[in-house]
């Protein structure tokens, strides 16, 4: 038998290339191609799991985000154990097997609540902590006076399973600088990435785009992943989700409705609209193509809505992430798609997939 | 493999409902989208068409109870509404929270669907009309479907041809395509026993195409209908097409599940790219395959411009039967909106007028 080649890696080149000028449908095919070569059974993998923010408090202030608030805001919160592990009983009631604790950068939490925190849900349950996305972890190692590796092991050792991908936004300083000027550089956002990936911990990845950002960004971000998963192969997922406007500085359409306290950035960028569902597709394809290293690719049903989710099985992703039995970050922004397990389950059905409920590392725990 | 049909449909040749089977049963995406796309880029060029209009639901009283229908009232029910004249007026020309005046004295058309009111009689509907017209002579008003004209038709003891010609004399410049549902007799039973035959629907259309009344022609997909019975509708109204010429758009309409009385979920978005695309294929003397974005939502109808579709509706300002079922959109979008989601689509944004005629092409 021949053997059949492998087909060539895209250049930065020919991926700027595509990403400005190829038809959308053309794009979409041959993202469709590799999926299905990638995951040829036809599965579509989710998660049940529920975001968990611990705080909305945070010193970053970026200009996308609708979330943060400042320490003194009227509705600023630090949650407290009871309601946490009530909520990670709830999640297991539903047959969750994974919590995504994630919260703001709050000035006075330091490493030992992190370590009780960690500690004192594994003490009680059997679940997946996918926590501290690479700013949070920067922020607990340098409030410690630690290294990022440091951290990580006393993290890791005190129940931290692996590590969500945000924060990434779009590894390009120069993007950074406008969106997020406080938060971590792309080069320490992939230093974190690494350093969890050599502990033998699992991440994933994730790129916002549709804000301020070029197309050349864009490649450049997807240019950052696919190298460092070359090193280290730790990324298990590609998550690309688009800017959402809604109550954020950098979005004109709906102004903040100035509940956040002190702080707010007065930096004047705008961005009046949300990607288009084009837009969203075209990144997605191209994502796809681009990463040939990372195996999976999710589609944002959080951002896109179900039915745009669906298409997205069509143009480059294999999974439809989580359930979210619970989500705030996004939500703040004012979008809001209500979906249910059995919605995710019907969908990925009627788009013509099999649905699998998955676990943090993508192994498979049952069909539909 | 579809390469009969593409190089059917690339020859100009005519689809048969064995075609069109055969193309809902394919997985190949992107053939059939490509395919509609070209079928559409040689009808309209890179042209998609928006327009500027709102909608006016004068009441949702309804003699029929559509069990499909989460907008449908009896008198005295909780959320039961009856517009008079002078509030239609005013919604046409009074200031709309959060939109400036000259937005909606820029609209071009005014698009009026109801239900079918127990009580009014036929000259309301007359001196509606008139009255519109009378505040706004350049307005087009594009009013009542084929199950309203039915029934104006019985309420007023005229025929059909008589009740078309005097709402035509009072100012009723097109007809909506809505109340087509689907026209198979078993699953139009099932979801709307009440409401006129499709064999009547058509022949409302024929006889208002003959009226000198231009109309669109809707179908309601996704509930408990099959392929053969959405190509058995498509292929009745392509029938009828060649016979009258008179319809100007296909629409076609996702099902939504809320609050009405029959089960099952929305449709999958690849159903409805595909639903877009073969209708494009199949309706050959359609100008036009509008992508409704109010029901497909503003994501799906962009990608569907390029899955054959050249059209995604207009400004709306105000829906009620979609939003009663669940709609997943907001209720209006702004010119440069649609224009902004035409571009992006790489198509070329035109505002038109009730015609297709452009009145602004958006660089």
């Not at chain 2, 709402?167 to 689907?182: F, Q, T, V, Y």
Request: with cysteine.
């Amino acid at each position: 038998m021949m053997k059949t080649k492998k087909p060539e890696r895209l250049d930065t080149r020919k991926a700027l290339s595509l990403l400005k000028k190829a038809d959308i449908l053309d794009l979409g095919q041959s993202a469709d191609e590799m999926r299905r070569s990638l995951h040829p059974e036809g599965i579509v993998t989710f998660i049940v799991d529920r975001n968990i923010n611990y705080t909305n408090v945070c010193v970053n202030q970026c200009t996308f985000c609708a979330f943060w608030r400042s320490k003194d805001a009227p509705d600023a919160y630090i949650l407290d154990t009871k309601t946490l592990f009530s909520k990670i009983e709830e999640t297991l009631t539903l047959g969750g097997t994974q919590i995504l604790l994630q919260g703001g950068l709050h000035p006075d939490l330091d490493l030992d609540y992190y370590i009780k925190l960690l500690q004192s849900i594994k003490q009680r349950f059997d679940i997946n902590i996918h926590g501290f996305s690479p700013p949070e972890i920067c922020y607990i190692a340098d409030s410690a006076d630690i290294t990022i590796r440091e951290a990580l092991g006393i993290l890791h050792g005190a129940g931290l399973d692996s590590i969500p991908g945000g924060g990434a936004e779009i590894l390009a300083d120069r993007v950074r600088e406008i969106l997020s000027p406080k938060k971590i550089k792309s080069s320490r956002w992939l230093e974190v990435m690494e350093a969890a990936h050599r502990l033998g911990m699992k991440t994933t990845a994730t790129m916002m785009f549709g804000s301020v950002e070029a197309p050349e960004d864009i490649v450049t971000h997807l240019a950052a992943i696919r190298d460092l998963q070359d090193r280290t192969g730790g990324f298990t997922a590609f998550i690309p989700w688009s800017f959402q406007p809604g109550n954020t500085e950098i979005g004109t359409k709906t102004k903040g409705q100035g509940t956040r306290g002190k702080g707010q950035n007065k930096k004047r960028a705008t961005v009046s609209s949300a990607a288009t569902a084009v837009e969203y597709l075209r990144v997605l394809a191209l994502s796809r193509l681009y990463l040939d290293n990372i195996p999976n690719i999710q589609a944002s049903w959080v951002t896109q809505g179900l039915k745009l989710a669906q298409v997205a099985l069509r143009f480059g992703a294999n999974d439809f992430g989580s359930t979210m039995i619970e989500e705030n970050v996004v939500a703040s922004t004012g979008v809001s798609y209500r979906v249910t397990k059995e919605d995710i389950i019907n969908g990925i059905k009627s788009a013509g997939f099999k649905p699998a409920q998955r676990d943090t590392a993508y192994n498979i725990l049952r069909t539909f | 493999m579809l390469k009969r049909i593409e190089t059917k449909v690339l020859s100009g040749g005519r689809l048969t409902p064995g075609d069109a089977l055969k193309l809902f049963e394919s997985d190949d995406l992107f053939t059939l989208g490509r395919l509609a796309d070209t079928v559409a880029r040689r009808k309209n060029g890179k042209k998609a068409y928006f327009i500027r209009n709102r909608h006016i639901n004068p009441t949702n009283l309804c003699v029929n109870r559509c069990k499909f229908c989460a907008f449908s009232r009896s008198k005295g029910q909780d959320g039961a509404f009856e517009l008079t004249i002078r509030e239609i007026i005013e919604k046409l020309g009074g200031r709309q929270k959060g939109r400036s005046k000259t937005d909606l004295h820029d609209i071009s058309e005014v698009h009026i669907v109801g239900g079918l009111h127990p009580d009014w009689p036929f000259e309301y509907y007359q001196e509606m009309i008139a009255t519109i017209r009378k505040h706004f002579p350049k307005l087009h008003i594009k009013a009542f479907t084929a199950v309203e004209i039915d029934y104006l038709s019985k309420i007023s003891g005229l025929d059909l041809y008589s009740t078309l010609m005097a709402l035509k004399a009072d100012g009723l410049g097109s007809m909506p395509g809505g109340g087509a549902e689907i026209f198979a007799p078993d699953i139009r039973n099932r979801l709307c026993p009440e409401k006129i035959s499709g064999d009547r629907w058509l022949e409302v259309m024929e006889i208002a195409h003959k009226a000198g009344i231009r109309t669109n022609a809707t179908m309601l997909y996704g509930h408990v209908e099959g392929y053969r019975d959405r190509i058995d509708h498509l292929m009745k109204l392509r029938k009828l097409q060649d016979k009258t010429g008179g319809f100007q758009a296909f629409i076609p309409l996702a099902y939504h599940p809320r609050n009405t009385e029959m089960l099952g979920g929305y449709t999958s978005g690849l159903d409805d790219l595909k639903t877009i695309a073969i209708s494009r294929l199949v309706l050959d003397n359609f100008d036009h395959i509008k992508a409704y974005w109010i029901m497909l939502g503003e994501k799906i109808s962009q990608l569907a411009l390029r899955f054959g579709a050249d059209d995604i509706d207009g400004t709306i300002i105000e829906e009620k039967i979609t939003h009663s079922a669940g709609g997943l959109t907001g209720g209006q979008m702004t010119a440069e909106d649609l224009a902004n989601l035409i571009r992006k689509a790489g198509r070329l944004p035109v505002e038109r007028d009730s015609f297709y005629k452009s009145l602004k092409v958006y660089a």
